[in-house]
């Protein structure tokens, strides 16, 4: 396990919210993919917690990953699917997961980024 | 008006390991394969349409320029892995619309240039920007059709093994030795549970086609390959849920063709279907209704799916033994078809195969199925 990886409640997951169609997509994006609206479009802030829909541990990949590294979709309770990286501790399809945050990027990036990683609620603590 | 499209002229390169090779050196010895499979003047060639991913500007131009064919309308076309059946698919179109007599097709790709590892996505893309790589996507449709349908390691991995089997028969084909269940299941991991051996490998090669109007085909050759389908679609985008377990693409794209060829799976006798990794393969027999939802590892396993089954698929040894340098994937599909309806393909010969399928997808970017999809059925 990475140590870098620890358990946050400050994580937001910003959307999109279209209010011409009701649809939400993850991340933002600035017009609607499904009805083409712009103006209608707005930023949203989505559940930040959900299930596994599938996931997988990844050994072969570009070279600024640190392998192996587990990436998967999350389905959030208002029909949106997020791509992350997740933490493979306790997972499970169909487990319940919150977003929190991890380094996940190698030794080939110069500056690792903090970025999203959805953990297991069983392994919060 | 339309009219009725055949194909007179195949041709391929060996896929392999070619990195000395250019891309035009790669490519030339197929065209003039097929054209001289047509028997044809190359002046009587009026179009021609390049299927590659990753093969960089003026594709075709660079092809032709090498063998003097030049001067006509050339179109370099990218789909990613369907690059070449998409460019078949406007080859085919634009000899049913009449605009054209004979076409050729060219697909071609020279993956060693990258020197190993995964196939590099486009990093504008969030997923790709935040570490997806083909195998993950695939080894989560595997993943999820496992829970779901309770396939198990075992029948996953049958799959390499039958397509092992069928590209020791080919001549052209990248990987020309057998493997075992436990051969595979050993093999390292690349994206779990997927293993080195359920991914196609990394090559080069190139693939041609001579498509040409029924008015003109008998002065070529007297066995023209007829094309009753030409479907192209691309994956409708959703920012929600999707099923993974069942392409949505392909299923769609699938009942295009049927409906175009005006005959269903029970006529077909062999297709080659994009099995890019070991799942692939088994989600497509469901796709083109081979097998019924969820029974595709039993139908593998029950031996439908290869020599002496219902449908024999990929005999050429598919993407995962024939190689998949992934332009020329397409065009090298149609080549394996013609080939077999013509009674050519030697020891890998289906027994008097007189409908064959190709299928395409090319995928790697968020939100779709897969990005693009070509599926033709041919008939000889």
Known sequence: MNPEMSPSSEVRLVGMHCTACGAMAYPFQAVCPICMAEDEVA????????????YSTVHAAPKKWRLPYTIGYVDLSNGVRVFSHLDPKGLGVGAAVYASTGIVSGEAVEEPRTQLVFKAVGDAK | MTTGVSVVGAGMVPFGKFPERSLADLAWPAVKQALNDAGIDPRRVQAAFCGTAFGGMMSGQRILGRIGLTGIPITNMENACSASS?????AVSSVRSGQYDVVLVIGVEKLTKFGG????????????SNGMVMPALYAMRAQRYMHEFGLTDRQLALVSVKNRRHGLLNPDAQMRKETTVEEVLASRPIAEPLTLLQCCPAGDGAAALIICSDKVAPQFRTDPVRILASDLTSGKYTPGFRDLTTPEITRRGAAEAWEHAGIGPDAVDLAEVHDAFSIAELIYYEAFDFCARGEAGAFLEQGHSTFGGKVVVNPSGGLLAKGHPIGATGAAQAVEVVRQL???????QVEGARIGLSH???????????GACSIHIYAR
């Open chain 1, 43 to 54: 930023e949203a802030d989505m559940p930040t917690t959900g299930t596994v829909y599938a």
């Open chain 2, 360 to 370: 395409a997808t090319g995928g790697g970017i968020a939100g779709f199925d897969h």
């Open chain 2, 342 to 348: 013509r009674g050519e393909a030697g020891e890998r």
């Open chain 2, 86 to 90: 998409t460019a078949l698919h406007h």
């Open chain 2, 117 to 128: 590892g995964t196939l590099p996505l486009e990093e504008e893309d969030w997923e790709v």
